[in-house]
T-cell receptor, first 115, second 116 residues
Framework: DSGVTQTPKHLITATGQRVTLRCSPR?????VYWYQQSLDQGLQFLIQ???????AKGNILERFSAQQFPDLHSELNLSSLELGDSALYFC??????????????FGPGTRLTVL | AQTVTQSQPEMSVQEAETVTLSCTYD???????LFWYKQPPSRQMILVIR??????QNATENRFSVNFQKAAKSFSLKISDSQLGDAAMYFC?????????????FGTGTRLTIIP
């Protein structure tokens, strides 16, 4: 158990719909990262938050957005869903010491299926 | 942009034997981290081993060790005494340590099968 929790574990929805994925980081971790894994591929970085502020952005679609709340949990919002959005979405968290980042701990992922 | 390449989509090994998974990467940076992650059928991402580029000594974690060749930009994973529980997808990943730029860049993975 990494200490990172994600809900829900599975989500099945239809094209055009909107969903919200939730992540709670490990206790004390201020950085949260979102990754997308499609069809047995490697993980693709989507976005990073640190202590409530966006820090880095990857290849995140405009239909996707995220935020980190004061209690440090994060939500990834996916809208106007398409079949190609079906994937495993991971959240990871880490601490920062000085100007260096420590290793990222991954949650169990949310499996999104768009029908 | 940094890239990570795993040229072996699939590998297999007899139980108790040794197997080496390959990874190459491209970067112009001198300070970075390299990782091997294991993803079993449960889909959980599990950190296997980590290497800091400024450390010349190869990292080792029990049966897992790496061969880090910085000049060649190569980072292979050796699994000794392979066990059935080692069957999984293995991903090589690269990371810059600098705050605000520490996303992980992953390779496409190698599926490892253990033959009993």
């Amino acid at each position: 158990d990494s200490g990172v929790t994600q809900t829900p574990k599975h989500l099945i929805t239809a094209t055009g719909q909107r969903v919200t994925l939730r992540c709670s980081p490990r206790s004390g971790d201020l950085s949260v990262y979102w990754y997308q894994q499609s069809l047995d591929q490697g993980l693709q970085f989507l976005i990073q938050y640190y202590n409530g502020e966006e820090r880095a952005k990857g290849n995140i679609l405009e239909r996707f957005s995220a935020q980190q709340f004061p209690d440090l949990h994060s939500e990834l919002n996916l809208s106007s869903l398409e079949l190609g959005d079906s994937a495993l979405y991971f959240c990871a968290s880490s601490t920062i010491q000085g100007a260096r980042s420590n290793e990222q701990f991954f949650g169990p992922g949310t499996r999104l299926t768009v029908l | 942009a940094q890239t990570v390449t795993q040229s072996q989509p699939e590998m297999s090994v007899q139980e108790a034997e040794t197997v080496t998974l390959s990874c190459t990467y491209d970067t112009s940076e001198s300070d970075y981290y390299l990782f091997w992650y294991k993803q079993p059928p449960s889909r959980q991402m599990i950190l296997v081993i980590r290497q800091e580029a400024y450390k010349q000594q190869n990292a080792t974690e029990n049966r897992f060790s790496v061969n880090f060749q910085k000049a060649a930009k190569s980072f292979s994973l050796k699994i000794s005494d392979s066990q059935l529980g080692d069957a999984a997808m293995y991903f090589c990943a690269y990371q810059l340590p600098n705050f605000g730029n520490e996303k992980l860049t992953f390779g496409t993975g190698t599926r490892l099968t253990i033959i009993p």
